[in-house]
């Protein structure tokens, strides 16, 4: 090799370690502070949202926790189990000899034998159907598919072509170099198992009733027989994961560059590129919580809103209530009154200004009925009482899903640090709501066993 051409190597290779690990290093290190906070999004994301009852719930990302029930389970493929999801797996182990050959340092050839072995999935499958989770109040349509769904384990076992499991849940040909051991796995979701739910819900579209289902637009859609802290907690750990692993891949490429470059490590690069990914997950801690407190403020106004729709539906059965009471004349003054403020409350007042309360009329009824007993043998009377207590009933979660997330949404800006962000964006505190009590009859739900 000439001289010119021995210079332009070394500049070659010069300008490959100066570039290409500082280059390196910044994809590494944001790409990995992106996942770190893609997983913090969805961590604050489920410690941020309000579980909701089923008898609440509304249209939106909600959070819920009840049992699995179905009247017609499915019965899962290993274990047997009555559930409404399952799924299977069956891989097959294998072993074989390698005979390889390789040079040593001297240059020497030799032949070496090693045994490479391990597992490989011969069958599987997944099903699942459409069911019902249910709570104190009630329960609500969940459309598993495109769900992460966490089931549990029902069936783990491994055995040889003697066990009758062998051939009868597996397939009749066998792998290259199979031992003949197999190993069967079934993760399921049984019935009455208690679940944690996070997705969207919607109107179906047979019935005026709300259903969790998959939606393009949604987060999250979490299906899981853990528990929110649980879940909570898997994310922190994969946060921390990326954000450790971003700043010593950062690091080792910045080191490895400067070895190559000087054959020392040079600290002034190694600061550098430390303080920059510092930087760099500040930044993105502050969008990741400024958008979390934004989101969190959208589900305030939301909440509100919902709590306007309650007032307005119950404000259009009013009329229809007052007609079914006016044949009976003699009924009680303070009725009369209840009703007539009622229907004036078409929309929340708003928090701090003068306006009617919210008040029940479930209590007044019964009252009205002990006295005039005949109301009792009335089918549309009865079937607007009940539509009305199932109206208050609503009020009442809406409003308790309010306080919720507001709850949620003032702590968040008096905790550190997320104070800091929301006092930089002039976030301010919402005011709870006080309001008198309403009907709460517990819900008889009557599923098959």
Known sequence: MSRLDLQTFHTYNYCMVTILFPVLAAVFGIGCLIGAFYVLHKKRLIDDLPTSKTQGVFIGLVELKGTAESEEPITSYLAGVQCIDYAWQVDEHWSRTVHETYTDSKGHTHTRTRTESGWKQVAGGRKSIPFYLKDDTG???????????????????????????????????????????????????????????????????????????????????????????????????????????????????????????????????????????????????????????????????????????????????????????????????????????????????????????????????????????????????????KSLIDTEQRIALARDYYNNIVTFYNTRLDIIPDRFAAAVAGMRHYELMAAADFERPNVQVKLTE
Not at 164 to 173: A, E, T
Not at 287 to 301: D, E, G, I, P, Q
Not at 351 to 377: C, H, I
């Open 139 to 385: 329960i609500i349509r969940v459309v598993p598919d495109g769900a992460d769904i966490t089931g549990i384990s029902v069936f783990n076992e491994t055995c040889s072509p003697g066990n009758p499991l062998y051939y009868s849940k597996g397939p009749s040909g066998s792998v290259a170099n199979s031992t003949h051991r197999r190993r069967f796995t079934e993760t399921a979701v049984p019935l009455h198992t208690n679940l944690y739910i996070m997705g969207q819900a919607r109107e179906q579209q047979d019935v005026v009733a709300p259903e969790i289902a998959a939606d393009k637009q949604s987060p999250m859609f979490v299906i899981s027989t853990k528990t929110e802290k649980q879940i909570s907690s898997r994310y922190t750990v994969w946060h921390w994961f990326w954000l450790v692993l971003g700043l010593v891949i950062t690091a080792g490429l910045i080191i490895g560059g400067s070895i190559a470059e000087t054959n020392t490590v040079a600290i002034q690069p190694f600061i550098i590129a430390v303080a920059g990914y510092l930087f760099a997950l500040l930044l993105g801690w502050i969008w990741t919580v400024y958008n979390s407190l934004v989101n969190l403020r959208h589900m305030v106004k939301r909440g509100w809103s919902q709590i306007d729709i309650q007032l307005k539906r119950r404000h259009d059965l009013i009329p229809n209530l007052v007609r079914a009471v006016e044949g009976y004349r003699t009924h009680e003054r303070d009725t009369q009154t209840l009703l007539a403020e009622m229907r004036t409350q078409t929309e929340a007042t708003p928090l701090g200004e003068t306006g009617p309360d919210f008040r029940g009329l479930a209590a007044s009824l019964r009252v009205v009925m002990e006295r005039y007993p005949d109301l009792k043998a009335n089918e549309s009377f009865l079937n607007l009482q």
